[in-house]
């Protein structure tokens, strides 16, 4: 089973899935578990992703493993706004999904939004 810890001491994930904004959002989610389960969770992400393209308001997904055989992933998710998640994280689907994560898995998840920085950075 899945244990989700926060990303951010102050605004839970729970939090922030409350946001009405009609912007997009970006939702960030770093996956620990043993190097040995890495493959397990790859298989598990992969099939949640599959499930995910198919729902309005995705709009794509990168996944990363870190080097040297490390056991920490992050996925970047891009949907058109926080409402489009929601109705995904609450989708029975995913949610029958959970139960396969590799035992001992920790996740993190956290929605963003790109900010404009003058001269490096565009919103």
């Given at each position: 089973m899945?244990?989700?810890?926060?990303?951010?001491?102050?605004?839970?994930?729970?939090?922030q899935l409350n946001d009405d904004s009609r912007e997009p959002a970006?939702?960030?989610?770093?996956?620990?578990?043993?190097?040995?389960?890495?493959?397990?969770?790859?298989a598990v992400w992969g099939d949640i992703l599959r499930t995910f393209r198919s729902l309005p308001g995705?709009?794509?997904?990168?996944?990363?493993?870190?080097?040297?055989?490390?056991?920490?992933?992050?996925?970047?998710?891009?949907?058109?706004?926080?409402?489009?998640?929601r109705a995904a994280f609450e989708n029975p689907e995913f949610r029958k999904k959970l139960v396969s994560y590799p035992d001992g898995a920790v996740a993190t998840p956290h929605l963003f939004r790109k900010v404009a920085i003058e001269n490096v950075c565009v919103a």
């Amino acid at each position: 089973m899945l244990n989700v810890q926060e990303l951010d001491q102050f605004v839970s994930h729970q939090d922030q899935l409350n946001d009405d904004s009609r912007e997009p959002a970006v939702l960030i989610n770093i996956f620990h578990v043993t190097p040995e389960q890495g493959d397990k969770l790859e298989a598990v992400w992969g099939d949640i992703l599959r499930t995910f393209r198919s729902l309005p308001g995705f709009i794509s997904a990168q996944f990363h493993r870190g080097t040297s055989g490390s056991g920490t992933f992050l996925n970047y998710s891009v949907w058109e706004s926080v409402a489009h998640y929601r109705a995904a994280f609450e989708n029975p689907e995913f949610r029958k999904k959970l139960v396969s994560y590799p035992d001992g898995a920790v996740a993190t998840p956290h929605l963003f939004r790109k900010v404009a920085i003058e001269n490096v950075c565009v919103a």
